[in-house]
């Protein structure tokens, strides 16, 4: 490098263009030295002693602190720029940048120049204007990237969607006046709000110290994001309230499925996107066997290219980076961060140096005289993947899975007609359905401050008429005062409006003299997931995985296979759907933390991964609101359990008209009904008496029971299902008999340490009843089930045929770039998953509908027939069951023939039981039917072949810590506390019995035979505590299931809209001569069923909503659902 050219631009002038250059023709016709690497650091020395090179270079100088100048991707990129004849690159050193002043530093005629920690930016400005360089990122602008504020001021002003934003500034002297209000969920800035989860950023763009803070509802705390340090990026926070010094940007939260795609421009034209794991998501940066955070190449839409091309021009810097958050169909920008490079792409760093030579030859050749034209390319031809031999590709997976093990659910009715009551009704829009659920802490405090108060007014009188009523505010209140805060997650109020108030109803009230409107107050509690339950559901969404092609096998030993690498690549389309109770919510985020192999709290992975269902009573139904179907049901299943007598032939007609052998048995155990009621009721008092002792005795009174239960809470527990079981007038209220079970199967399983008298024969006694009344809750004959099916499910129906429809319609989802996707196999391959979490009574209703809907004669098909009668041997629907549909796509046949499209239907009931390994039904195993050919040859794309003959070993005994051994996927796995430990006891029970299957040949294989092959799916068999899935039938074509769906739904919805009529117009009748009612005259009472016709008697209505949770919420009479087309 020589002063003999002082490297100015020679026109002096400000812009890319030069006219002319200080050469001599001769001098450009000479071609340059030969050099493979030109990169020189400038050295004061040099300026003396160098030789006058012998063609005129274009100067391209490098100003940037030392760490960046010498990382890898520069270092790739400079040597590639080198390349170009009439390029040279100077780095300019960090010492003189600074410490010497501007006119000392080298001379260019191009500079890339960038700010980061430490560099002075005002010196390079300066420099910029001393010697007017071309720039390739513009130097002023970078002022304002540093600031947040101006970064979405400046995108704004692009029209470039953003999230919605509101800016906090507090002056430094005086951090109290600003424009915020906090609340428990949501936080007002300058009279806005923005409800959690919500972002709140330091405005300098710096600080890299950004919280996420979320709902009550999810859980509440924050994640705390920060720079990474090792292998973490962020860290769960129990902290729920906003920081109260600085100035911040809050922002609304963006659902993006826990991936972020960082974009990288090289001028507008060119954009390279990868996506990486949110850091929001559980904190724990993925990294290669490199130690480097493990990143993939993503396609970006046409609309997402010109927003980078906006960018990129907005921001005046060629080489830019920034963030798009995918959520809800658009793309948002949240950061721009100026110059960056991608890391690790050879392929980007080619891309990148021509891109960058290209514009500085286009720009600066014609004043030197140098000859230049771009070298036309082919286009690269994307990579098109074929399917090897005639195997089928996965395309859609959806579940429908109950939630996992939880605390007995409880639940206390009282009728309240006190103003403060009326006035809350109101205030929260009870009037409008005539219903309201109350679970936000702040409804639920007001709750809880009106029955301190009323408890106040009671203790002044002494009147016995109300003591009824105390013992029941009491109740209210110290349930309400649980846990000393409010979580809303595990406790609910619903209030329901009834004209006259309540008929006589059971026991438990006494007659209601009084008439006029009152409202009845229903409060529910327990029912909360617990550590055992999340064990299950993270083990099993860590054996779901195996259903993917390349999942066996331990993941980290197959980088580039599996379902790990299909979703961080954009091609699994995955959507998790809850129920909007907060034990199927954290049922679902345990369930994606296995399966995505996340790490850290449920509460980031509920907020990001898991959508709340409750559109249409997709996933939730409503407990109150029966149909008059199960009215009746309900009422006959009542009327056989209270004879006096043993079941008469007639009584098995009556009761088990299907014949199902699993209700067969539990009658015979039962004989005569209200003789084992009696038992139970005996058992029942002698299990509260032994209780009671046991708080006598000062040892164990303050005995701790699993999941921080007390003695005193297990005796109110079971003192309550005491005096409800036997109502007053001597006859057994059936509808008690699942809470019984419920109480009894969770005290086998978690407090059997207790050491109680006759709990097993209690079990046993309360299962066989239970065994009778929760199934046939959901319709006696078959006619019945599937009238009650169908009041359920018809919108879960109706989005399951749509995931199935759409799987090979929409293209258009997010997508790998398949020239970047080397070690990905297959990159075309998409495959696009749905969960759905929900309760029993959807697991049940949808079970019916494929039962007794019609989609097979079970006379003709023998797998099916042998589907139902595995089923009907079924006695429970335990947590866990699953129902899996499973869709392939054979590429070999023509696209618009029957069989391209092929659909499963696979089955699991869920978790073991206590001691029910003698008498388990056994199915067939799994049998996906891409693996039923032998001739076809097995790929990493498909589920290896199942179909040999194994001999059955499912006779193995599980220890109870094996669990944490002995399944493949999981090595090294850190077990939690001890209460996680105690869990895996649940397959102690075990007892080494050996079971017969009904079909020897079509054994399973047992894990550990499939481990040491290395090959095939043993499905959920993996989680010991689970049954594995069997497959109902695996010859189905899409458009045979196609066509019962819509058959199905369009019976259904005729009869729901019949149903919902009917309602309407008896509430509707209600409401007009409401005086209470404060509706407009003109305005439609929405139509939404009362609680319960008036024609209803308390004492048939069971209190668990386990077992009989009613219809979902009333359907739009057109069965076209509106469903948002981006699910």
Known sequence: MSQSRDGRRPDGGDGPKREGADLS????DKQPMEADVKIDMFREEDAEDEELPSGRQIVVGICCMMKKSKSKPMTQILERLCKFDYIEVVIFPEDVILDQPVDKWPLCDCLISFHSKGFPLDKAVEYAQ?????????????????????VYRILQEEGIELPRYGVLDRKPDNPEECNLVEAEDHVEVNGEIFPKPFVEKPVCAEDHNVYIYYPTSAGGGSQRLFRKIGSRSSVYSPETSVRKTGSYIYEEFM????????????GPDYAHAEARKSPALDGKVERDSEGKEIRYPVMLTAMEKLVARKVCLA???????????????????CDVNGFSFVKNSMKYYDDCAKVLGNMVMRELGPQFHIPWSIPMEAEDIPIVPTTSGTMMELRCVIAIIRHGDRTPKQKMKMEVRHPLFFELFDKCG????????????????????????????LGQHNDCEIEEKKSKLEQLKTVLEMYGHFSGINRKVQLTYLRHGQPKASSEEEDSKREGPSLLLVLKWGGELTPAGRVQAEELGRAFRCMYPGGQGDYAGYPGCGLLRLHSTYRHDLKIYASDEGRVQMTAAAFAKGLLALEGELTPILVQMVKSANMNGLLDSDSDSLTDCQQKVKARL?????????FSQEDYQKLAPTGSPSLVNSMKIIQNPVKTCDKVYTLIQSLTSQIRKRLEDPKSSDLQLYHSETLELKLQRWSKLERDFRMKNGRYDISKIPDIYDCIKYDTQHNSSLDLDDTLELFRLSRALADIVIPQEYGITKAEKLDIAQAYCVPLMKKIQLDLQRTHEDEAVNKLHPLYSRGVMSPGRHVRTRLYFTSESHVHSLLSVFRYGGLFDDEKDQQWKQAMDYLSAVTELNYMTQIVIMLYEDNNKDPSSEERFHVELHFSPGVKGCDDEENVPLGFGFRPASSENKDKKPNQGSLEDLSQDQTDQASQVYEPINILKRSPIIRNRKTGSMEVLSETSLSQSSKGCTSHRLHPSSSRQSPEVKAASGLGFEGCSMVPSIYPLETLHNLLSLKQVDEFLNAVCESGSEAHAKTMKALAGLFDSQSRTSLD???APGSEPSLQPPGRPLWHKEASVPSSAVSSAGPSSPIVENPALSFNLSE
């Open 130 to 150: 001393l010697r007017n360089p071309l720039l390739i990122n513009d130097l002023n602008m970078q002022y304002f990237i540093q600031d947040r504020r101006e």
């Open 255 to 266: 659902p993006t499925d826990g991936t972020d795609v960082k974009v990288y421009t090289v």
């Open 638 to 646: 009542h009327e056989i359990m209270q004879k006096d007598q043993d």
């Open 1077 to 1079: 009612s404060p509706q």
């Open 315 to 333: 921001f005046k810097q060629t080489v830019c980076g920034f963030d798009l958050l995918r959520a809800n169909g658009h793309s948002f920008v």
């Open 430 to 457: 009870g009037y409008k359905s005539g219903k309201l659920k109350l679970k936000k802490p702040k409804q639920l405090q007001e709750v809880l401050d009106i029955a301190r108060l009323l408890l106040l007014e």
């Open 25 to 28: 023709d001769d001098e450009v």
